[in-house]
């Protein structure tokens, strides 16, 4: 397939990762360096919620290997997701771009209220080939690459072997599976003997990928559809939980954290299989989630956070995150830096060459809006001071605490979020009050101005789609139909 970026193309973007020196000198010493290319996972739990695991504070969901995980590498507790709902930051994770920027804003399809006041913009429903992934430019520097799990970012014309990755398997344009127990009936996965869950057979594939790759570099892009609706668990561990369950305890849903000791121990496995087979040693391993979690019909909480997937506030985008790279990362450390899902782009590929980090890219080919995280995984400093963004010009109003289009800004540590319905503002100071629960607008007016400028620059700067006014809206009617649930 006729690609908008060349071989020389990609090789000029991986070196742009040095400082000072030439595209071909660059390559040639990050080869002499590190002439064993390290093998990079990166796992993507869907819908996790950011107290979803035990070291994030679940006092209900068991989740050692990831406990154990965490202990040997990198947490990070302010790690946001690119968007409140999933194809927008798996878009983001590919390309290093904000959603905004690819035109990729919503879960894909998306929907819409009977009678909006606001119409969507017409948005992108697949990931482009004009843009560049992860996977093609890892895979022009010699990897092996593989996708096992959720793709949703687009039709068939759209699928991971178009973007990169020499295997696929599971992924479709499908949000979720209609079952977790086969047969679960995906295109691209054979379906396993009745009762199978689907969570192993992901592990199954990502540890048979691994043995036969022990002897090349590979990147590994492992998005389980865990713990996505619908909610199954296995039934030895619901009813584990099930006796578990106490009148104190925070996390109350029995099949849902099911679901998550089941990702916990398909991670796992994988990790003992990079332990078997020695390659833990040179292979780097990311865990994250794609938004936060979901709370309609009690599914999770992410108490002290407000709401969850599919709202503006921090229920919503903010995520855990564990990254171990071997003798790099202290066991152990926790950064409290406010990153988000396009660093990521940068990171492996700074990781990947072992070029000399920067803490942020230049405008490129590829323009990228992820800085490199080396700089916190090294211990070497921290990032420069920069200000994230969303911009959600859609409706989520069948989740619990979704909301009307908005848009937001965390700059230090306040947040600002837009509500277009109406144009109200809301401003946080997350490091006093990280629920949201008081209102600054009129107590700092100065700084409600200075950051709602600042936002409508960013969305001007990356041409952001903004909605528009419905012109058959009746306000006579709800907007909602049901109207949206309340907490």
């Given at each position: ?88 930051t798996r878009?983001?994770?590919?390309t ?31 990931l ?27 039709n ?34 054979s ?11 992901l ?73 078997d ?21 009690r599914?999770?909480t ?23 790279w ?17 660093d ?96 600054l ?47």
């Open positions: 397939m006729q690609r908008s970026h060349t071989l020389i193309d990609i090789l000029h973007i991986s070196a742009v990762f040095a400082v000072g020196v030439s595209t071909a000198s660059s390559i040639a010493l990050a080869e002499k360096n590190n002439p064993t290319k390290p093998n990079i996972i990166v796992i993507l739990a869907d819908d996790l919620g950011w107290t979803d695991l035990a070291c994030f504070g679940s006092d209900f969901y068991e989740t050692p290997h990831l406990d154990a995980f965490a202990a040997s590498g990198m947490k990070f507790t302010q790690n946001y997701s690119a968007c409140t709902v999933c194809s927008p878009a983001a994770l590919m290093g771009k904000y959603p905004a920027k690819l035109h990729v804003t919503d879960w894909i399809p998306g929907q819409m209220p009977d009678n909006p006041k606001l119409l969507v913009p017409d948005w992108t429903k697949y482009s080939h004009s843009e560049m992934t992860i996977a093609e430019v890892l895979r022009s520097a010699g990897y092996s690459t593989a996708s096992i799990g959720k793709w949703h970012l687009g068939q014309e759209y699928y991971p072997e178009t973007h990169g990755f020499d295997l696929n398997i599971a992924g479709t344009d499908k949000p979720a599976p209609s079952t977790f127990f086969a047969p679960w009936k995906i295109a691209t996965l379906d396993g003997a009745k009762g199978d869950y689907l969570t192993d057979r592990a199954d594939e990502a540890i048979e990928y691994i043995e036969q790759h022990r002897d090349q570099p590979f990147f590994l892009y492992l998005p389980h559809f865990a713990v996505h609706t619908p909610i199954q668990g296995p039934v030895d561990l619901v009813e584990k939980y099930r006796e578990k369950l106490q009148p104190h305890h925070r996390h109350r849903n029995v099949e849902y954290a099911a679901m998550v000791e089941s990702l916990d121990i398909a991670v796992g496995r994988v990790l003992a299989k990079l332990r087979l020695q390659l833990d040693d040179h292979t780097i391993v990311i865990f994250t989630s794609d938004n936060g979690g979901r709370i309609t019909s599914t999770t992410n108490e002290p956070l407000r709401f969850g997937k599919a709202s503006a506030y921090e229920g919503g985008v903010r995520v855990p995150m564990i990254i171990r071997p003798e790099v990362t202290q066991a152990g450390s926790v950064s409290d830096t406010p990153v988000i899902t396009m990521l782009f940068p990171t492996v590929l700074d990781m990947a060459r072992a070029i000399k980090p920067q803490s942020t890219l230049p405008n490129s080919a590829l323009e990228i809006d992820g800085v490199s995280l080396t700089p916190l995984l090294r211990a070497a400093g921290n990032l420069a001071e920069r200000d994230l963004y969303w911009h959600y010009p859609h409706h989520q109003h069948y989740q619990l605490g979704g909301t009307m289009p908005y848009a937001a800004i965390r700059s230090g540590n306040y947040k600002l979020i837009e509500f277009y319905n109406d144009r109200h503002v809301e401003l946080y100071n997350l490091k006093d009050d990280i629920g949201e629960k008081n209102n607008v009129e107590s700092e007016p100065e700084l409600t101005d200075r950051l709602r400028v600042r936002l409508h620059g960013w969305q001007s700067n990356i041409g952001a789609q903004m909605p528009t006014s419905n012109a058959n809206y009746d306000s006579t009617k709800p907007e909602y139909n049901p109207a949206p649930a309340k907490n």
